[in-house]
């Protein structure tokens, strides 16, 4: 079968320098960046054909490097960028957002304790109905404890599709600490505007390749939201595993998971919810 394999987060950045600083927030997950060119050999050797640039928080609200690749390989790279949801020109932003070419929507982190507040204490309550009224999906990090907030969002605003970052699973956490509380994120899936990235899963078990431990856990994430709403992902400057083996664990080790099904999950799926052409 030929798979239109497609990474639903890869972080590429620049060095910080005197000229593009970053801000004081914390280290990067490799010491050397991760390139447009680079991603695109690593990407040629784990047989993935596109993927969906996710700028790193450690570089700022900026999309400057994601968009000059996705504007120079459209039919290889596009965006979900960061936005600085307290700049007051920020609400005026979100009408034009997808009128840049190669962005698609935006993405947000909430799992740090300088981030969660945007989602606890209501600072993005402009945000949500100008995204669902002007087509930009959003997606996020949010942790298990707070994803009570992602289902009023998602109830209030039909309209507005949201995805969670691997599996909703807490960075730094491993096997039965990661997947305490998993079955709030299957609550959700009865919102139908509400999916699920199956990113960076290498990283959050200790056992080694095939990751056994996992299986019983993506295979409930597939029962609950399905084909179209659960996509495949790696966060390759994270992950723990090599990138082939993060690929490998969903087209050969899921042997319920084959045919369309597993198209949808590797790729064709993202691009429909994203509206990627």
Known sequence: MNLDIVDAQVHIW????????????????????????????????????RAILVPPSWEGERN?????????????????????????????RI??????PGQLGLRFTFHRPAFEPLLTEGHLQWLWPLAEKHGVPIMMTCPFK???RVAEIAQKHPGLKLTLDHLALLPGTQDDLAFK??????????????AVKCSSLPCFTRE?????ALHPY????????????????????RLSSSYSECVELFTTELPWLRGEDLKM?????????????
């Open 265 to 277: 999950v590797m790729g064709l799926g993202l691009r429909r919810w994203l509206g990627w052409t």
């Open 95 to 100: 009408k034009t957002w997808r009128n840049t």
């Open 146 to 148: 707070i994803i009570h």
């Open 208 to 212: 080694p390749w095939p990751f056994k």
């Open 218 to 237: 993506i295979a409930q994430a597939f029962d609950a939201f399905g084909p179209e709403r659960m996509f495949w992902g790696s966060d390759l400057s």
């Open 64 to 92: 400057d490097v994601v968009l000059a690749a996705a504007q120079a390989h459209p039919e290889r790279y596009a965006v979900m960028g960061r936005l600085d949801p307290l700049d007051p020109q920020s609400p005026e």
């Open 181 to 194: 509380g998993f079955e709030r994120l299957l609550a959700l899936a009865a919102f139908d505007n509400v």
């Open 14 to 49: 620049a060095a910080s320098t005197p000229e593009r600083p970053w801000p004081a927030r914390h280290e990067p997950h490799r010491p050397e960046p991760i390139t447009a060119d680079s991603l695109w050999l690593e990407m040629q050797a784990a047989g993935v054909s």
